[in-house]
């Protein structure tokens, strides 16, 4: 690692060995990523927040550490950027919205915690849609981020800013989080890879909650073992969170390095293609199943009937449980109070602070999820969505009694244009048609980038799903498809972002 190029470009497992081993110090490895993100964030917008004394302070700790002689872990002095939803003691901690401008939470979430412990470098909090509701970081109440790739589109959401640090250097890692698609659907049109692992593997405490059934925190970064690392590092049981699974991480390290799908069963979902799918986007998905099958894997048809469902029964349940959760948002705890004159009611302080502080999406949504909750329709749309979803888990229970893998496109097209569907909710939802599912059965799965599309020259993702607890299979299966695709075309991203 001879200069500042190479210092941004390395890899999270590269960057971890060259501070083991001395050969760079971590505040020089923080120092060039503070330095690439003034020099391009500018014009990327990926943080809401840099905290460059706090990620100097932890480089410093690193660096006196291995002085010390103190055994580093693997991701010792690595930076990742955070998304602007966990909380980070001190740190402003907004989720996107005007209603927590200026909050400092008292406390760090379970994630921070684990991040700081384990040595890894929070440079800042990420740009995403207010409260994760969005799939292009346009619901931002503070402006949208753009893709590297091309600035004028967007870079996938919730998740867009931590997507984006990636995919322009300013980052090696990142976190987001998942309620229908948020970390899979940015990783797709960022070409970068991003994990959804199994409901209640990663602690939700300090999270704050769009909708607490679906919403799941997980790792990005460049490449697969990457990923893998940090997935390791955040994951595992927390007494924090009611719903923390009380099992063993799987070993989604050791998978990443075995990198190999001989023998495995993969399985196509046939639902999801077709009518509303760029050609770009499956030419590159067929040649990855020709790429799998080639390698060993045998590939089968699988038919997911209850998935075309998904969207809907996702707009209901996801819309239903945010309008509990935000309730919270009441101008008496946190950020906010608009028209506290001292004469106004509570009732009325909460309304106009309401009013004030939401976004159009968020309002939509509490509305929806209001109505959809209220004593008349409850039956008629959350039970039936609850239903809907119970089908969705027994197809995928179905579908894995035969298949080890499903795969899929993460999303229908590429990055579109900022701006295209701002207006055009229902277009908006369908980026997430072929993520949701997964979301509503708690299982796990990846998205990794296999290509660019030849319409656009803008990158494609392959969208892999495992059983709930074999995360360890998505690393399998995504590292041997980066291993093969990198062989053919070299990564995606070591060339300069062109926009940049
Ligand atoms: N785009 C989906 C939504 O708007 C998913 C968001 C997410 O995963 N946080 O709800």
């Given amino acids: 690692m001879r200069n500042v190029t190479d210092l941004i470009r390395s890899t999270a497992a590269q960057t971890a060995n060259a501070i083991a081993s001395g050969e760079v110090s971590a505040v020089e490895v923080a120092q060039a990523h503070l330095d690439r993100i003034g020099a391009v964030d ?73 991040l700081k412990e384990a040595g890894v470098v929070i440079l800042g909090k990420t740009n995403m849609d207010e409260f994760a509701m969005g799939s292009s970081t346009e619901n931002s109440a503070y402006g949208p981020t753009g893709n590297p790739w091309d600035l004028s589109r967007i870079p996938g959401g919730s998740g867009g800013g931590s997507a984006a640090a990636l995919a322009a250097y300013e980052a090696p890692l990142a976190i987001g989080t998942d309620t229908g698609g948020s970390i899979r659907q940015p990783g797709a049109v960022t070409g970068t890879v991003g994990v959804k692992p199994t409901y209640g593997s990663v602690s939700r405490y300090g999270l704050i909650a769009f909708s607490s059934s679906l919403d799941q925190g997980g790792p990005c970064a460049r490449t697969v073992l990457d990923a893998a690392l940090l997935h390791e590092a955040i994951a595992g049981w927390d007494p924090m969170d009611s719903t923390s699974i009380n099992a063993p991480v799987p070993a989604v390290v050791a998978a990443a390095r075995q990198a190999d799908v001989k023998g495995m069963r993969v399985g196509v979902v046939t639902e999801f293609g077709g009518e509303g799918y760029q050609a770009g986007v499956m030419q590159r998905f067929h040649e990855s199943v020709e790429l799998l099958r080639s390698l060993g894997a045998e590939i089968v048809e699988i038919s997911c009937p209850s998935f075309t469902y998904a969207l809907p029964a996702y707009y209901l349940i996801a819309p239903s449980e945010c309008s509990s959760n935000l309730a919270r948002f009441d101008a008496m705890r946190y950020g906010l109070r608009v028209g506290d004159n001292g004469e106004r009611s509570a009732e009325e302080v909460t309304a106009l602070t309401r009013e004030a502080g939401f976004g159009p999406e968020v309002k939509r949504r509490i509305m929806l999820g209001t109505y959809a909750l209220s004593s008349g329709y409850y039956d008629a749309y959350y039970g039936s969505a609850q239903k809907v979803r119970t089908l969705i888990t027994r197809d995928f229970d179905r579908a894995f009694a035969d298949v080890d893998v499903l795969i899929s496109p993460t999303t229908p097209t590429t990055a579109f244009p900022i701006g295209e569907r701002a207006d055009d909710p229902m277009a908006m939802y369908l980026a997430d048609l072929c993520t949701i599912p997964s979301n509503l059965a708690g299982n796990a799965a990846m998205s990794v980038p296999c290509g660019l599309a030849p319409e656009d020259n803008l990158p494609v993702g392959l969208q892999i799903i495992a059983p709930a607890l074999a995360d360890d299979r998505l690393y399998r299966v995504g590292a041997a498809v980066e291993a093969a695709l990198n062989d053919k075309w070299g990564h995606p991203l070591l060339e300069e972002a062109p926009a940049l």
Avoid: C, N, Q
């Fill in 42 to 114: 500018e014009k990327v917008h990926a943080f809401l927040h840099v905290d460059t004394e706090g990620a100097l302070e932890a480089a410093r700790a690193v660096d006196a550490k291995r002085a010390a002689g103190e055994e580093l872990g693997p991701l010792a002095g690595v930076p990742l950027a955070l998304k602007d939803v966990f909380t980070t003691k001190g740190i402003p901690t907004t989720a996107g919205s005007k209603m927590l401008e200026g909050w400092r939470p008292p406390y760090d979430a379970t994630l921070t915690r684990r």
